[in-house]
C-alpha cells in the first residue's frame, strides 16, 4: 500500500479514537472524500481491506491502525 494512504490511515484512526475512544469503528470510505477523485487508490485500499484482511465494513479504528502500522 503507498505510504501517502497509509499515514493518512494511521492519521484519521488517531483522530478518531482521540475524539471518540477506543472503541469507535470505522469503515475504509473514512479515508476518503465523499467524491471519487482517486479511483486507483480507493480500490487499493478496498482491496486491502475487504480481500486481504477480509475486514467486516465496520472495523475498530485501533485495530485497523496495528495492521496499517504492522505493514500487513
Same mark, same amino acid.
Given at each position: 500500500m503507498k505510504e501517502v494512504i497509509r499515514e493518512k490511515i494511521i492519521e484519521i484512526c488517531d483522530q478518531k479514537i482521540? @475524539? %471518540?475512544?477506543?472503541d469507535v469503528g470505522l469503515s475504509?470510505?473514512?479515508?476518503?472524500?465523499? @467524491? %471519487?477523485?482517486?479511483a486507483e487508490l480507493l480500490m487499493e485500499v478496498a482491496e486491502w481491506w475487504i480481500m486481504k484482511h477480509k475486514l467486516n465494513?465496520?472495523?475498530?479504528a485501533q485495530k485497523v491502525k496495528e495492521l496499517?502500522?504492522?505493514?500487513l
Open positions: 482521540k @475524539k %471518540n475512544g477506543a475504509f470510505y473514512a479515508f476518503f472524500s465523499n @467524491k %471519487n477523485d482517486d465494513h465496520f472495523e475498530k496499517i502500522a504492522n505493514n
